[in-house]
């Protein structure tokens, strides 16, 4: 069962424009939604999280977005750089719910000259 | 920063042999590390739970007897395949939360499992 739903699968984005990457969640006791990056034959890393009572949270070129009532998220990269091609995957996982991830299915991120 | 060492990066292996693959916290001690797969451009699958000192609880559909797993210190948690298959071939990767959930989780660097 899929509960973090991640579109687009992938993205082609030029050097310099904004990569919006977006996710929608079903269950409602999810309370953490953090971001990761994926390198090929790396493990994923951490971009940035945010809880749901806030609407927005940046970091650097980094910004989420999130809308409590739609159950929907979503990652901006500004200015996105050949080196921010990777593939990123939302996540989402409740408290006492064992600090289990439920990740999305991933988006492959390319930026171009 | 927490850092979670995971080894091999890479191994290839005989269809019915056994693969053991470590993962070290490094300058923190993890209680809990969580296994995943990682298939060909697709999604982290979590595969089990392991608590240090205790039985792993495994995800629903993920043979425990293939898939074994074993945390006996608060700084090593291994998966070991045991009789690999192709279709065990997979990407592997193991992550521990630091500190509290809101630190966010560490993951290693995975492991390349092909079986021939």
């Known amino acids: 069962q899929q509960q973090v739903k991640q579109s687009p699968q992938s993205l082609i984005v030029q050097k310099g424009g904004i990569s919006i990457i977006n996710c929608a969640y079903e269950?409602?006791?999810?309370?953490?939604f953090p971001w990761y990056q994926q390198f090929p034959g790396k493990g994923p890393a951490l971009l940035i999280a945010?809880?749901?009572?806030?609407s927005e949270k940046k970091e650097g070129r980094f910004t989420i977005s999130f809308n409590k009532s739609a159950k929907q998220f979503s990652l901006h990269i500004m200015d996105s750089q050949p080196g921010d091609s990777a593939t990123y995957f939302c996540?989402?996982?409740?408290?006492?719910?064992?600090?289990?991830?439920?990740f999305g299915t991933g988006t492959q991120l390319k930026v171009e000259l | 920063g927490a850092v979670v060492s995971q080894h091999p990066s890479r191994v290839i292996c005989k269809s019915g042999t056994s693969v053991k693959i470590e993962c070290r916290s490094l300058?923190?001690?993890?209680?809990?590390m969580f296994w995943y797969r990682q298939f060909p451009k697709k999604s982290l699958m979590l595969m089990a739970t392991?608590?240090?000192?205790?039985?792993?609880?495994?995800e629903q559909g993920v043979e425990k007897d293939k898939f074994l797993i074993n945390h006996a210190s608060l700084t090593l948690s291994t998966l070991t395949v045991t009789s690999a298959h192709p279709e065990d071939s997979s990407f592997y990767i193991c992550?521990?939360?630091?500190?509290?959930?809101?630190?966010?989780?560490?993951f290693g660097s995975g492991t390349r499992l092909t079986v021939v």
């Open positions: 945010i809880r749901p009572d806030v």
């Open positions: 992550s521990a939360p630091i500190g509290g959930r809101e630190n966010g989780y560490t």
């Open positions: 392991s608590n240090e000192g205790s039985k792993a609880t495994y």
């Open positions: 996540a989402a996982s409740t408290t006492g719910g064992g600090n289990k991830l439920t």
């Open positions: 300058d923190f001690q993890a209680t809990t």
């Open positions: 269950n409602t006791a999810f309370d953490y």
